[in-house]
């Protein structure tokens, strides 16, 4: 697990872009601009979910 811990540190940087970037086109395309986000999650869902668990 360390080594993980490891690899995450070190490509910390990268991982955040490359979430951040995920995240606004599965949330600003459409299906056929962005046809990977059939089979990524659905982050608006999550988000409201999470709004309505803290209510």
């Not at 872009?17 to 089979?39: Q, R």
């Not at 659905?42 to 209510?55: G, Q, S």
């Amino acid at each position: 697990m360390l080594a993980e811990y490891n690899f995450c540190k070190e490509n910390r940087d990268k991982i955040e872009k490359t979430a951040k970037n995920l995240y606004e086109k599965k949330c600003n395309s459409s299906e056929e601009e962005f046809p990977v986000g059939k089979i990524v999650i659905d982050f608006k869902k999550v988000e409201e979910a999470c709004k309505n668990y803290k209510k």
